[in-house]
């Protein structure tokens, strides 16, 4: 079954710390994997997208790794700053039959306090 | 429009009616998406359009929901005889194809049944 997890369900850290947020994927065909940020009361927004052969890849203090091989990826937030308080979401998407299927997972709530 | 629009962004009705929601999305934008949103769950799919035409409506949950797309540009999503759990957010998004480009999503419509 194509299923997404996300840890943690929910965070609280201090201004200007560094946190690490976890998403573990069981989807095949495996295409790309997207974190998105989801502020309250808006739609999420697309921090960054990886494929099968990228590892890490940077969006100014947003950092995504990925290894398809245990099928994980992380997201890193350096410096927090109190607008990072937000809904993280990993999206994974695969083809079936050509057809593109998008997998969320339920997203990690992020709190940071000044 | 510069992003993808949803009207309204806030509908409170009674049990018993029927509501429309409608999504304007990005110009050019050949795939269009519904998703359904419960507190504190992730996005839950509903239906897919590539151009006008549905090929994926699995995620409906049930035959009084249904939804149309037309010039391949609006979409409305129409739930009738409204029920309780239907009180979620709805949001749209919108990509240039289904093959796997990034889906842009708009700030969705809060809706709840009394």
């Known amino acids: 079954k194509n299923q997404v997890e996300q840890s943690p369900q929910s965070l609280i850290i201090l201004e200007g710390k560094n946190c690490t947020l976890q998403c573990n994927y069981t989807v095949s065909p495996f295409s790309n994997l997207r974190w998105y940020k989801q502020d309250t009361g808006r739609g999420p927004v697309s921090l960054t997208i990886?494929?099968?052969?990228?590892n890490t890849k940077s969006n100014g203090r947003y950092t995504a790794t990925l290894d398809a091989d245990t099928k994980q990826s992380s997201l890193h937030i350096t410096a927090s700053q109190l607008s990072d308080s937000a809904s993280y979401i990993c999206?994974?998407?695969?083809?079936?039959?050509?057809?593109?299927?998008?997998?969320f997972g339920t997203g990690t709530r992020l709190k940071v306090l000044a | 429009g510069a992003g993808v629009s949803q009207s309204p962004s806030n509908k409170v009705t009674e049990k018993g009616k029927d509501v429309e929601l409608r999504c304007d999305p990005i110009s050019g934008h050949t795939a269009l998406y519904w998703y359904r949103q419960s507190l504190g769950q992730g996005l839950e799919f509903l239906i897919y359009?590539?151009?006008?035409?549905?090929?994926?409506k699995s995620g409906l949950p049930s035959d009084r929901f249904s939804a149309e797309r037309t010039g391949g540009s609006v979409s409305t999503l129409t739930i009738q005889r409204t029920q309780q759990e239907d009180s979620a957010v709805y949001l749209c998004?919108?990509?240039?194809?289904?093959?796997?480009?990034?889906?842009?999503f708009g700030d969705g419509t809060r809706l709840s049944i009394l």
């Open positions: 998004a919108s990509s240039l194809d289904n093959r796997g480009q990034p889906q842009h």
């Open positions: 999206v994974v998407s695969g083809t079936t039959s050509g057809t593109y299927k998008y997998i």
């Open positions: 990886m494929t099968f052969s990228e």
């Open positions: 359009f590539q151009g006008n035409s549905a090929p994926d």
